[in-house]
């Protein structure tokens, strides 16, 4: 009996690989697109037929006409930012409530989540993450600690349940001396009508439907949030997000074994970004930063915020595709390095005692990045149509990441929009 297969797509970063636009591009060949894990602090920004959308969450295989897109019970959602960017869609044309499915298990993040996720950050001080205060960390708080409201919970006595979450949380945020509520009834009305608007979709039962698709032959490719370094086992802890975020994190996010997952799709920029808080061992605070920042519009889809930028970490990348099982790389934005004199890669770290690492150390702060420089190939890639248009410089560059990495790139982005993909022979 023929089963159907699971791929994986996942950042390999800090987040902000393009992995949105890459979904979108694999998705035909697959019958279904599923999201397993993350919240609304995810913006996934996908440009085509000159329209630019950008989702938070909501899988990015929606715009392929006819497939199933599933929320998994790894996600965290809130309700009425849920709605927005539905309805967004939908006026745009792209029906919805017929294609997406949302597990019954996934947890919802509750209006106090998100003055919670103010209050213990201002308590922090000068030590606080950079959360997006969007009320993940704590959504993930109470589902670990057994608190939690989830999906399947609108579908009985869902006014009382609310309640006694919400009265949980003001105790709490009373015992943390918060007093700052301003806007939050108009909030609480719109995350209710968010709950209304909710049930117009289809509740599942993920992991059973995900395994039915499977054994009918069908194939599934699951979309990560974030990246690899914000995992929070794996990730630069404590500047982290509150989920798995790799490949071991669709398993736990989607009810799938491991022995389903086939291959695992990793991607990256040709250089690298960060938001928030946090080490970043190749952050660059010259011109050459800012050029980047620039080139690559590097702001936050969903926060705006202005990302931090620096030459591609390979010491930090190897980490990620060993810890991911990656079996081909992605890399996005090649383009933006188009009309540099040098580019620069980071092959080893050189630690605060002077001396030299090859792996990714426990405290990646204040170690020191050894750069090997490359001829940098200026040529506007943007209109290439095929791999054999490549300048040699950038053949070059792309060798040696594949040579350190020992994995293949197998596509190469040189701009947004969906046709500016190349996929190598």
């Known amino acids: 009996m023929k089963t159907g297969k699971v791929d ?48 938070r969450s909501i899988p990015s295989g929606i715009f392929q006409g006819g497939k199933v897109n599933i929320i998994g019970n790894g996600v965290v959602l809130a309700p009425d930012l849920f709605m927005a960017e539905a309805k967004n869609l939908e006026k745009s044309g792209h029906p919805l409530m017929e294609r997406l499915h949302i597990s019954k298990k996934a947890h919802l993040i509750m ?51 609310y309640r006694q979450h919400k009265e949980r949380h003001l105790q709490m945020l009373k015992a943390l001396g918060w007093t700052d509520f301003d806007g939050f009834e108009e909030t609480e009305k719109l995350w209710m009508e968010g709950i209304a608007y909710m049930k117009n979709f289809k509740f599942v039962d993920s992991e059973h439907e995900i395994n039915h698709i499977l054994r009918e032959g069908n194939d599934i490719l699951c979309e990560g949030a974030q990246g690899t370094m914000l995992d929070v086992d794996f990730g630069s802890y404590p500047f982290v997000t509150s989920s798995n975020t790799i490949c071991a994190g669709a398993c736990t996010g989607l009810g799938i074994g491991p022995n389903k997952i086939g291959n695992v799709y990793g991607i990256m920029k040709a250089y690298c970004t960060r938001v928030g808080a946090g080490p970043f061992p190749t952050e660059l605070f010259d011109e050459t930063g800012q050029r980047i920042r620039d080139l690559g519009h590097e702001y936050g889809a969903v926060t705006g915020r202005e990302r931090r930028c620096g030459w591609i970490d390979l010491i930090q990348l190897r980490y990620s595709v060993m810890v991911n099982g990656v079996t081909e790389l ?96």
């Open 8 to 55: 994986v797509l996942l950042g390999l970063q800090w987040g902000d690989e393009g992995k949105g636009k890459v979904v979108d591009v694999l998705t035909p060949r697959y019958d279904v697109v599923a999201r397993f894990q993350g919240g609304p602090n995810a913006g996934h920004t996908l440009e085509f037929e000159g329209q630019k959308y950008v989702l």
């Open 111 to 161: 209006p106090t989540h998100r003055i919670l996720d103010r209050a213990y950050e201002a308590a922090k001080g000068k030590d606080k993450v950079g959360t997006t205060g969007k009320g993940i960390g704590p959504t993930y708080t109470d589902k670990t600690s057994r608190n939690g409201l989830r999906v399947g919970d609108i579908l009985d006595n869902f006014g009382e349940k």
């Open 330 to 425: 992605i890399m996005m934005k090649s383009d933006v390095l188009d009309d540099f004199d040098i580019v620069k890669a980071c092959v080893a770290y050189e630690l605060p005692d002077g001396t030299i690492t090859e792996d990714l150390p426990y405290e990646i702060d204040g170690v020191k990045p050894v750069y090997r420089e490359f001829k940098g190939w200026h040529t506007d890639m943007t209109k290439f149509t095929s791999e054999d248009q490549f300048p040699a410089e950038f053949n070059d560059y792309v060798r040696f990441l594949e040579d350190f990495l020992e994995t293949r790139i197998g596509i190469i982005s040189i701009g947004p929009d969906r046709d500016q993909t190349i996929i190598r022979k």
